[in-house]
């Protein structure tokens, strides 16, 4: 696989091309334990970079999940909106638990993201 870009808003980013896939880091789920329920966007939804895009609930809270970068969201993982695929992503962050896929209109959005080692280290600073 790829290697995967990160926000500071904990979000990892595949680019795909045309499109990028986003899910949540393994830190992020770490942080809201058991995944219960995932409030998905619409396909089609316009969204700008920094806007709640969908939620996710867990034993603990309830977080907003923001858009890496703006676009179009063109496709959403259906599969984890259920009890059993919150599973995924609890066991399975960075692969089976992507949220959804955005097409960006301004790729360059792509180069404010963190690499793996820069996102460590903004982790490490705390």
């Not at 960006?104 to 996102?119: D, I, K, M, W």
Request: glycine content about 10%; aromatic content about 8%; charged content about 25%.
């Amino acid at each position: 696989m790829p290697e995967l870009l990160y926000s500071k808003d904990h979000t990892w980013v595949h680019d795909e091309g045309a499109r990028v896939r986003v899910g949540i880091s393994d830190f992020a789920q770490s942080e809201l334990g058991e995944i219960a329920f995932v409030e998905l966007p619409e396909e089609g939804l316009e969204v700008d970079q920094g806007d709640a895009v969908c939620s996710i609930d867990s034993l603990k809270s309830t977080s907003e999940i923001y858009a890496p970068v703006s676009g179009t969201v063109v496709e959403v993982n259906r599969s984890v909106a259920t009890e059993e695929g919150g599973a995924a992503i609890n066991s399975d962050p960075l692969g089976a638990g992507w949220l959804f896929a955005i097409e960006p209109s301004s790729r360059s959005e792509l180069e404010g993201l963190l690499s793996p080692g820069e996102y460590e280290r903004y982790l490490a600073e705390g």
